[in-house]
């Protein structure tokens, strides 16, 4: 339930409007919005309709052969190579470029010649390679000094063998030689700076380009990418993670590739249909978690019956609100783990209690929900053997805590949640404190109103508190670049007086996200509000000073309401329950039929949540349960 994690209230009074959210995948469209106030939009629509059908692309293939339309070995190269390695081997170069420009292929190649005596005689030669056949690759092979490998054994059978390998190796030392063959990831790299040279410019560290994506989370869709390119994930970045169940549009950087092979990779019999790159370009660096300035959301919303005229004025009533004063700016579910009875906020509180046993219990018992008995009574006997055999490998988190458990004892539970990485850690404590900031936000709305009063903290300039957007992997986010939230910093925020209130408006209320650096004026009432807080949950600021010299919560101001921009929305009606009505850049596609259905368009800045301006809007639970709830009648 939504009060759970202090969801309360709504900002303005209107009537309820039962609907479908998220009925198909193009009734949730992101469209990222970059720090230079640019829309993250391919440039080429087409791309997405011609590559989610399938469709061949038969000029990129004819363009395949064109980087080896210019290779060619010199007359210098063939002069050298003659004197180096002698006219038979030279042949063979010749023979494997004439190949390669023929076949638009990676030609297998390997030949040996022989080892110059001189180290500088050596170098000369891989580097002649090297500048003119830069597909191939050399290496020295020194096979006087490899060791014989023979067992050590005292019977002389084995010592006669070992003299005989011995001279054996003696023999071979006119063998040492120079091994040149074919390397497919030269050749790759190769074919991609010849590929990319002209289209987009001289190759840099990182390539930067727009995903779109459909039914698969950034997290799990850079993981992919990445493990096509044969890469770890840390060369892969966003500026916010987006959600899974829609189409969403977003800049991403890889370091160390060139743009062909991300265009090669996209040509592959296997690759996710449910994923695009295109617009690339070069950069010096790469993208850092947060930098953006928000998203665009095209939402569709699939009524269950038609709206009558009156009805119709009353969802206009609402819709003008929200464009007016806008809503409560909660942390949605996803902040807590929405599918999850056990929910994260839950966790970081025992971990400012300082609860360590309980917090460890609550974290193996999140995944184990359906065994919840048995894991109760494993962890009660410091049976963490057994329980280790009973949990998927794939938890890793789990897996570690148990681990930890079994090296460095069963009662030693704070050493086990210090073996977590930090960003797993912290997210449980930053889930604490945006369920403590629900809590504030409910209850300043309840008990003073939605007009600004004396006592409110104000703010002209708040810095953003948070990188995360709308996404129901979002909780996989908190806290990851600890670097961003160093150089955040908190604004100067003015205490609203009976003398300054006159200068302020309602949408510059800020409330904190509690931490130990948030210094707030005692006459204030956030202050009476999180002393309310405090006792109801049973914790102290101390609590959070101690937990401030383990963990990483220094708070910030989060404002209290936010406000829609560019609100655009139209009723339509299609035919079909299931069908998409809309394509998959927000184009209404139909406009008739028997049901009814809100098309509604807006921006929003980062970390606030689209599921709480649709909460608002429809005067309804933004849960799963109640949604489920609403399909059931719906179908």
Request: aromatic share 10%; glycine share 4%.
């Amino acid at each position: 339930m939504e009060s759970a994690v202090g969801i309360e209230s709504f900002l303005q009074e209107g009537q309820p409007f039962k609907c479908i959210f998220k009925h198909r995948f193009t009734d949730f469209i992101v469209q990222e919005i970059d720090l230079k106030n640019q829309l993250a939009i391919i440039s080429d629509k087409t791309k997405w309709l011609n590559f989610d059908q399938k469709q061949d692309h038969p000029q990129q293939q004819k363009n395949k052969t064109l980087p080896f339309a210019n290779l060619s070995l010199s007359e210098e190269f063939l002069q050298q190579s003659t004197q180096l390695f002698g006219q038979e081997v030279t042949e063979q170069f010749k023979q494997l470029v004439e190949k390669v420009k023929t076949t638009g292929k990676c030609v297998q190649f390997e030949t040996k010649v022989s080892l110059p005596e001189s180290k500088e005689d050596r170098i000369k030669v891989h580097q002649l390679i090297r500048q003119n056949i830069p597909f191939l690759e050399s290496f020295t092979k020194n096979v006087h000094n490899q060791k014989p490998k023979v067992e050590k054994k005292e019977d002389k059978a084995n010592e006669k063998l070992q003299e005989q390998t011995l001279q054996k190796v003696q023999e071979q030392t006119l063998q040492d030689h120079i091994l040149i063959k074919t390397s497919n990831i030269n050749f790759k790299k190769y074919v991609a700076s010849q590929t990319t040279s002209k289209a987009y410019g001289e190759s840099k560290k990182f390539v930067k380009f727009l995903l779109m994506k459909r039914n698969i989370d950034s997290i799990n869709a850079g993981m992919f990418i990445s493990k096509q390119l044969g890469l770890s994930n840390k060369h892969f970045a966003i500026a916010g993670t987006k959600d899974k169940r829609g189409v969403t549009t977003q800049w991403a950087t890889l370091q160390g590739m060139e743009i062909a092979q991300l265009i090669e990779i996209q040509e592959r019999k296997f690759w996710n249909q449910n994923i695009l790159m295109s617009d690339y370009s070069y950069q010096d660096q790469g993208i850092r978690l947060g930098e953006l300035q928000g998203n665009k959301f095209i939402i569709t919303l699939r009524f269950l019956n038609e709206l009558t005229q009156s009805q119709q004025w009353e969802l206009a009533k609402n819709i003008e609100n929200l464009k007016l004063h806008g809503f409560v700016n909660y942390f949605g579910l996803q902040r807590f783990g929405s599918k999850n009875k056990i929910k994260t906020h839950q966790i970081g509180k025992e971990i400012i209690r300082k609860n360590w046993k309980e917090c460890i219990r609550l974290i193996i018992l999140s995944s184990q929900q359906e065994d919840e008995e048995r894991v109760n009574q494993l962890f009660e006997l410091d049976d963490f053997v057994t329980l280790s055999s009973i949990i998927n490998p794939r938890l890793r988190i789990e897996k570690q805590l148990i681990d930890s458990l079994l090296q460095n004892g069963v009662h030693n539970y704070f050493t086990a949640l210090q073996s977590l990485p930090r960003n797993a850690r912290e997210l449980y404590l930053h889930a604490y404190q945006s369920y403590i900031w629900n809590k504030m936000a409910s209850m300043r709305l309840n008990q003073y109103g939605n007009k600004i009063v004396v006592g409110d903290i104000v703010s002209a300039n708040v810095m953003d508190e948070g990188v995360a957007d709308e996404g129901e992997e979002i909780i996989q986010q908190i806290a990851e670049d600890e670097e961003q939230q160093k150089k955040q910093t908190i604004s100067a925020c003015v205490l609203v007086t009976e003398q300054n209130i006159s200068q302020f408006t309602f949408d510059q209320i800020v409330l904190p996200i509690y931490g130990h650096k948030i210094t707030i004026p005692e006459e204030s009432i956030v202050s009476t509000l999180l002393q309310q807080i405090f006792q109801m949950e049973q914790i102290t600021k101390q609590d959070f000073e101690d937990a401030s010299n383990k963990f990483f919560i220094d708070g910030n101001f989060r404002y209290f309401v936010q406000i829609p921009s560019e609100v655009e929305h139209q009723l339509f009606k299609y035919q079909n329950k299931d069908q998409d009505v809309v394509d998959s850049f927000g184009e209404l596609l139909i406009d008739q039929g028997d049901y009814q259905g809100l098309l509604i368009k807006f921006k929003l800045k980062k970390s606030s949540y689209a599921t709480m301006l649709i909460r608002e809007l429809t005067k309804c639970p933004s849960t799963l349960e109640f949604q489920q709830e609403i399909s059931g009648e719906f179908n």
